[in-house]
């Protein structure tokens, strides 16, 4: 009678059970092994870990020895698929060059446009008449808005799935893009590179 009553009494919270489920599943996930993938401007890192310290995919999930993580990185743009592996490493780096065979010819030509910005900016002179001033300064427009269609023409973006072999639900997935950035410091533009996003 007692427990009938407690029951009318103590409504359950049902979304605080649910976020206290998903906390307890992922400490569990985190102590049985887990896939942490790692982005900056040069490279992707992929690292296996047991709570938050890498460690080799054989000694996790089921503890059989046989455990591997497999890797697939596909340029979205492209359709095709760069690297497809399997392996008991706990650190996995893939450098974005690597990934990409034309980045050097890209830069080059990204570059010289920004050269080219910045000598119409460097030879552009308050003291022209109003209309040489206002084409001038169409013609840097012009060249600003190709060098942003150059960048957003070259622009790479890649799918990484990863998973343990031994277990498929923990399967992690990212989007990562690359994108050529410059910024605009009063009338100089400056070359950032390639920058992760």
């Known amino acids: 009678m007692v427990t009938v009553e407690l029951k009318k009494e103590l409504p359950i919270d ?3 059970t649910r976020l206290k489920d998903e906390a307890n ?13 790692n982005i900056d401007n040069t490279s992707i890192k992929i690292v296996t870990k047991k709570n938050d ?7 996790l999930i089921d503890g ?3 455990n591997k993580i497999k890797i697939i990185i596909k340029d979205i743009k492209e359709k095709n698929e760069l690297i497809n592996e399997e ?21 080059s030509d990204l570059e010289k446009q920004i ?16 209309n040489k001033q206002k084409r001038k300064t169409k013609e840097i427009k012009k060249e600003v808005d190709k060098l942003d269609e150059m960048i957003s023409e070259n ?14 639900k923990s399967k992690k997935r990212e989007i990562i893009s690359y994108k050529y950035s410059y910024t605009k410091d009063n009338n100089n533009y400056v ?7």
């Open 14 to 16: 049902q979304e605080a």
């Open 25 to 37: 599943e992922q400490e569990a996930n985190k102590e049985k092994g887990w896939i942490d993938i």
């Open 53 to 59: 310290t890498p460690t080799i995919p054989s000694l």
């Open 64 to 66: 059989s020895g046989e």
């Open 87 to 107: 392996n008991d490493n706990k650190n996995n780096s893939y450098k974005f060059s690597d990934l990409v065979t034309k980045t050097d010819e890209i830069t």
């Open 115 to 130: 050269r080219k910005i910045n000598e119409l900016n460097v030879n552009f002179d308050n003291t022209w008449s109003k």
């Open 155 to 168: 622009e790479f973006k890649f799918e990484v799935d990863t998973s343990f072999t031994r277990d498929v």
């Open 191 to 197: 070359d950032n590179g390639w920058v992760a996003e």
